[in-house]
Nanobody, 126 residues
Framework: QVQLVESGGGSVQSGGSLRLSCAASGVTFSRYSMGWFRQATGKEREGIAAINNSGNTKYADSVKGRFTISQDNAKNMLYLQMNSLKPEDTAMYYC????????????????????WGQGTQVTVSS
């Protein structure tokens, strides 16, 4: 049974940093595609960073160069390091997993992921 639990969210000022963590049980990273998504109030859920089971990463243009996705296979942890945060990064952040290989074009599409965590809130003030 797959369970994803996010942590690390909080409130930070513009320009600050946060690291989100996702504890992934029932997931073998070599067989799963993983991703980070966010949803701001009144907006659709968007994919921001993903890593497939081949280790290929993809980032949304809005976070490229500021956010880094990584995983610790030994601990079964997925991370999202977020630097130079902006007020427009304010959202609920979700970790997602899927047991199928996701090619480059599909990595940031929410409908391509089967399992979801409960989310962690990130608030960036100006």
């Amino acid at each position: 049974q797959v369970q994803l639990v996010e942590s690390g969210g909080g409130s930070v000022q513009s320009g600050g940093s946060l690291r989100l963590s996702c504890a992934a049980s029932g997931v073998t990273f070599s067989r799963y595609s993983m991703g980070w998504f966010r949803q701001a109030t009144g907006k659709e859920r968007e994919g921001i960073a993903a890593i497939n089971n081949s280790g290929n990463t993809k980032y949304a243009d809005s976070v490229k160069g500021r956010f880094t996705i990584s995983q610790d296979n030994a601990k079964n942890m997925l991370y999202l390091q977020m630097n130079s945060l902006k007020p427009e990064d304010t959202a609920m952040y979700y970790c997602a997993a899927d047991p199928q290989y996701r090619s480059w074009w599909a990595q940031l599409l929410p409908q391509m992921y089967t399992y979801w965590g409960q989310g962690t809130q990130v608030t960036v003030s100006s």
